[in-house]
Nanobody, 116 residues
Framework: QVPLVESGGGLAQAGGSLRLSCAAPGSIFSDSTVHWYREAPRKQREWVASINRGDSIEYLGTVKGRFTISRDNSKNTMYLQMNNLKPEDTAVYYC??????????WGQGIQVTVSA
């Protein structure tokens, strides 16, 4: 499995900000749509945000207006800027790349903890 390397997680206070990054090999990044998911304790993994074909962007309703997904094809890296964080955003965050005709690629997961 191709490694996707996540970084940028950690601890933030409510109302604070964090930016997650996910670097991928160039051989898969440019042809892929990019997505972020998260998994909170005792909950199922949920989709958070996507950049789809044609660069259309979608967000989970509870993060819309606070989170921004982006990608930099020159660096083969995707980002999730998280502002106005809330305790309910606490979760392990995973990046995901979907390349046509291949199995999904996943990051290793990175912890985000938001204190009240």
């Amino acid at each position: 499995q191709v490694p996707l390397v996540e970084s940028g997680g950690g601890l933030a206070q409510a109302g604070g900000s964090l930016r997650l990054s996910c670097a991928a090999p160039g051989s898969i990044f440019s042809d892929s749509t990019v997505h972020w998911y998260r998994e909170a304790p005792r909950k199922q993994r949920e989709w958070v945000a996507s950049i789809n074909r044609g660069d259309s962007i979608e967000y989970l309703g509870t993060v819309k207006g606070r989170f921004t997904i982006s990608r930099d094809n020159s660096k083969n890296t995707m980002y999730l800027q998280m502002n106005n964080l809330k305790p309910e955003d606490t979760a392990v965050y995973y990046c995901n790349l979907l390349k046509p005709w291949e199995s999904p690629y996943w990051g290793q997961g990175i912890q985000v903890t938001v204190s009240a």
